[in-house]
């Protein structure tokens, strides 16, 4: 009978970042109903969703003398609990001879570890359910009848690239991974996986740590995000017993399954990316999406429906457990603040597409001996098929292929798939004939070595100094160590002459990187010539004293942290507990050092929201840069990635975040592309596929249309812009502006020649008039030209350029025309604006905003031959002389200032041509009174001033001092006094 996947979403405390970015709840929990809220809509109503479970795990508990969360609140889900609802369901199907699945989904950081691991006292659903199971079993062995038995196997996966791996035997690993084959019967599996017996949660503990350090070092060695990685772990539990004298044999394959960060670099806004799509990191979770969703559209009747399972490893592993044999449990776990809003909200979305999946979950039992009887009748009936020349039984491959219609490639991968399918039989048989203590006595020869290492490794981290790593995922931090011992420590790679005592791999390791010296307790580390090595964040070059506690950064990506048992003892009797750093806490530091924060209005007291999430860009961004530039000097690609600050000034607003871009040089031509935030992540990825290759000797270089670190020259480039501010429009006064053009350093990049001319109807100028105050405006017409001449000494790079802006309500941009071949190009462009009737919001746009112009460009293939000449990437590099970690930045206190001289220039030209003009008609009424003297006129006519003032609406209270002279005749035109009484 079809039985619905069951769902539960559960919501995690604050985290420290979370709570210093003062992040908002956006989450609520009632029942089984889970609410979110946008945090950019605060009086839209809530968006709903209804699970199995929601477990409310925000807040409402305390931590026990054992550190155990225990609830406060009647609404708090503690780890138990979450273990009655959905642990005790696994494990009893477990029994019953089903298959278990059980998925954790998320992103990175939502707190899936913790429901599917724990930390601590705080045990998740994979070790409480393993201890159970062998609870269970013990206590099934006391009484157990003869032929009764209760055997465990246990596997280690990790999918990361399209790659399957195994964390049991990673010195087995093949460039390209393991191999996914498809058995007829079982369905799909991965060839020569290491299944291990288990006879204890003891045994399943040391293998999943086994597991994870393996996963660690192979991350760290690939410079592999692991966070992009799905970890699968299958615990394989058989029951054998004896009923009415026939043996019977029950299996379940328990999986439990660790997904990878939800987030994906192009579901956020990498648009235009030429390679967008290209990153195999990302198939497995889109092709898992596409499942879903095919699986709910078949649950609601639509039968046509493919579901795509072979699109990728993931989903071909996990088709039992998404639409087959298996009885299916996911856990989505969430993040209540608000600035993970989008993530949140796929997740959830993503959970309620799962509700709708159906499986088929049938109890595995057989007898015993008609497996075995099934297992040699199938390895018959494919040897004969392979005998005869395939499914079609032709004679030979090439008659098969003419007569099934099938290729020659087709028909040798259909006898490829028999003899693995032979081969898997033949392993299950071998298994099943072995004995459980034979099993068990082989695994405890080969565990023995291992686990005596480790004891005298634990005994020696007593009194021993020693390095353990930290990593961004804190199930791989501390996975790694390297004891200190007395004298010296070589580090290096395994090609260091003499050899390495500790050999490390990956970006920026040289052959022979460091020396560790250890005189009686004392440490002090060097780094050889030309290493890269940071310790709390600062470069050093010469030798440095370690303390505990101490952040060391070898090469680009490998971070361990100093830990001394003497140090800590001492430190410990002073201060108390002393809380170790973690992976955030250290790149905070390096970008702190990096001065990237400062420019970012780091370190300031009572700092906006904004600010707060501008330094947690770059503190995601900066170590980004670092592994990108090192991956170039490696593969030898000759740019280099540089951090740039766009404030909300640079881009035409008045207010908002500054944004994280980033900039791509080429350091042979000097040409440069700049790329938003995510399209700069989304090749970090695919930039990390292309290293791996490297690493592992596969084919790794692609062609350029390919190749994550080239850009198409012809790319437009915005060179930089010019504002150009319009409060002078408002009183009718002409604007007319030679400006320096800028880059988002505010570097110089060439002078604009601007114009906007206040015209009438019929498009003439205005010259003279002008108005007192721009709300004399409001209801009347407006009409002015916008005029951009020429540029002045661009970049010689520059092929060919062109400007464009967007004025007050404009629903498009304007464009000048391209000019090609000169750095002086002539736009001769004009641009006719009329407003009928004038609005207050005009006015205020006139007054308040200024007219982003953006001056774009193609680039030169040759760039313009400033490069930095001949030399591989590291040679062009370190002639760069610049900060790796990305560049200084002025920061957007710079900005305002800049800005405000600019806008305060402009009212102060206003007012300048505001006081000509009316010194202008003040001359030409004092004209008007020289004539009347002259000619001995004792009557000025109302005409005559209206003609000179041009506006006399504007002069309004001088033309009636002058219409009451002309009334009366009381005024002589002869006498100064009186003259000066006209034009006051």
Request: net charge neutral; proline share 3%.
């Amino acid at each position: 009978m079809a039985e619905s996947v069951k769902v539960a979403v559960r919501v995690r405390p604050f985290n420290s970042r979370e709570i210093a970015r003062k992040a908002t709840l956006i989450i609520g929990m009632s029942g089984q109903q889970t609410t979110i809220k946008d945090p950019e809509q605060p009086k839209a109503e809530p968006k709903k969703f209804a699970f199995d479970y929601s477990y409310w795990s925000h807040d409402g508990f305390k931590e026990d003398a054992n550190g155990y969360l225990q609830p406060t609140a009647a609404k708090y889900c503690d780890q138990h609990k979450v273990f009655q609802d959905l642990g005790i369901g696994v494990l009893d199907n477990a029994w019953k001879g089903y298959n278990c699945s059980l998925f954790a989904y998320g992103q990175t950081g939502s707190g899936k570890s913790y429901s599917m691991v724990g930390y601590g006292a705080n045990k998740g659903i994979v070790p409480v359910s393993c201890e159970e199971l062998f609870k269970r079993i013990n206590e099934k062995r006391k009484s157990a009848a003869e032929g009764e038995e209760y055997q465990c196997t246990f596997s280690m996966m990790e999918i990361y690239n399209e790659q399957v791996r195994d964390l049991l035997n990673p010195k087995g690993a093949k460039a390209g991974g393991l191999k996914v084959r498809q058995h007829p019967s079982k369905g799909f599996y991965v060839d020569q996986m290491t299944v291990s017996p288990v006879d204890s949660y003891a045994d399943i503990d040391a293998k999943i740590t086994e597991g994870t350090k393996n996963r660690t070092v192979a991350a760290t060695n690939m410079n592999a995000t692991s966070s992009r990685a799905h970890t699968i772990v299958t615990v394989n539990f058989t029951q054998k017993n004896k009923e009415s004298g026939q043996s019977m044999t029950k299996t379940s394959s328990i999986n439990l399954v660790d997904l990878a960060g939800s987030e994906r670099a192009d579901s956020t806004g990498a648009t235009g990316d030429r390679l967008k799509e290209g990153s195999m990191i990302n198939q497995s979770l889109s092709t898992l999406g596409n499942v879903i969703k095919a699986l709910a559209d078949l649950s609601m009747g639509k039968s046509k429906t493919q579901v795509p399972y072979r699109d990728s490893v993931l989903t071909k592993l996990l088709k039992n457990a998404l639409g087959g044999n298996s009885k299916t449990v996911m856990i989505a776990a969430l993040s209540p603040a608000d600035i993970n809003f989008d993530e949140t909200l796929s997740t959830l979305r993503f959970a309620d597409r799962a509700k709708a999946i159906k499986t088929k979950a049938v109890v595995n039992e057989s007898p015993t001996d008609k497996l075995i009887r099934e297992l040699r009748e199938e390895n018959l009936k494919l040897m004969e098929m392979l005998k005869s020349g395939g499914v079609m039984a032709a004679p030979d491959a090439g008659a098969s292929a003419a007569a099934g219609g099938y290729t020659e490639e087709e028909v040798a991968e259909m006898k490829r798939e028999m003899e693995e399918a032979m081969k898997k039989n033949s392993e299950d048989l071998d298994q099943m004939k072995k004995t459980w203590e034979e099993q068990m006595k082989k695994e405890m020869e080969e565990n023995k070595g291992k686990a005596e290492i480790g004891k005298k490794e634990q005994e020696k981290k007593k009194t021993t100094p020693y390095l353990w790593n930290l990593n961004e995922d804190p199930s791989l931090t501390n996975m790694i160590t390297h004891i200190i011992e007395n004298g010296k420590t070589r580090v290096g790679t395994p090609a260091a002459d003499p050899a390495a005592n500790i050999i490390l791999k990956g970006l920026s390791i040289q052959k022979e990187h460091a020396i560790i010296i250890n005189k009686n307790g004392t440490v002090t580390i060097k780094p050889c010539s030309g290493a890269q090595l940071m310790i709390n964040g600062q470069a050093v070059k010469g030798e440095t004293l370690l303390h505990h506690n101490d952040r060391v950064l070898f090469g680009s990506s490998q971070f361990y942290i100093f830990h001394h048992p003497k140090e800590l003892a001492k430190l410990a009797k002073k201060k108390g507990k002393i809380e170790a750093m973690t992976f955030e806490d250290a790149q905070q530091e390096i970008a702190q050092n990096s001065g990237m924060l400062a420019a970012a209005g780091g370190g300031k007291a009572g700092q906006k929201k904004e600010d707060l999430l501008l330094q947690e860009d770059l503190v995601t961004i900066l170590p980004m840069l670092n592994e990108a530039n090192a991956m170039s000097e490696e593969l030898d690609k000759k740019v280099k990635f540089e951090c740039a600050l766009i404030s909300p000034q640079a881009r035409g607003l008045r207010e908002g975040r500054t944004e994280v871009k980033v900039k791509m040089v080429n350091m042979e031509t000097g040409n440069e592309w700049m790329w938003d935030r995510i399209k700069f992540i989304n090749r970090k990825y695919l930039m990390q596929e292309m290293y791996q290759n490297y690493v592992q000797g596969g084919e790794w270089d692609v062609p350029r249309d390919q190749d994550p670190f080239w850009e198409p020259v012809d790319t437009d480039l915005l060179i930089g812009s010019v504002h150009v501010y319009l409060q002078s429009i408002g009183y009718l006064i002409e604007v007319e502006e030679n400006l320096t053009i800028t880059d988002f350093k505010g570097n110089e990049q060439g002078h604009m020649v601007v114009e906007i001319r206040p015209c009438n109807k019929q498009w003439a100028d205005l010259d003279d008039e002008f108005v007192d105050d721009p709300i004399e405006l409001v209801g009347k017409d407006l009409y002015f030209k916008l005029k951009i001449q020429n540029i002045l000494g661009l970049p010689a790079k520059f092929g060919s350029s062109y400007c464009k802006f967007r004025f007050y309500l404009d629903e498009k941009e304007s464009s000048t025309k391209i000019v090609a071949g000169t750095i002086n190009p002539n736009f001769d462009y004009e641009k006719n604006y009329g407003f009928n009737p004038v609005t207050e919001q005009l006015i205020n746009y006139l007054a308040n905003n200024p007219l982003v112009i953006e001056v774009w460009g193609k680039q030169k293939e040759e760039g313009d031959k400033r490069g930095k000449g001949a030399g591989n990437t590291k040679q062009l590099m370190s002639r760069e002389k610049t900060m790796v970690m990305g560049t200084k930045q002025g920061g957007k206190q710079t900005d305002d200032l800049d800005e405000a001289k600019y806008k305060m220039n402009v009212e102060l030209n206003t007012l300048r041509k505001r006081a000509e003009r009316a010194e202008l008609k003040v001359k030409r009424v004092w004209d008007i009174v020289d004539a009347a003297k002259k000619n001995k006129q004792d009557v000025i006519k109302v005409s005559q001033v209206d003609q000179a003032l041009r506006t006399p609406a504007r002069w309004k209270a001088a033309a009636m001092v002058i219409k009451n002279v002309n009334m009366t005749r009381q005024v002589k035109m002869g006498k100064e006094t009186s003259a000066a009484c006209v034009i006051q």
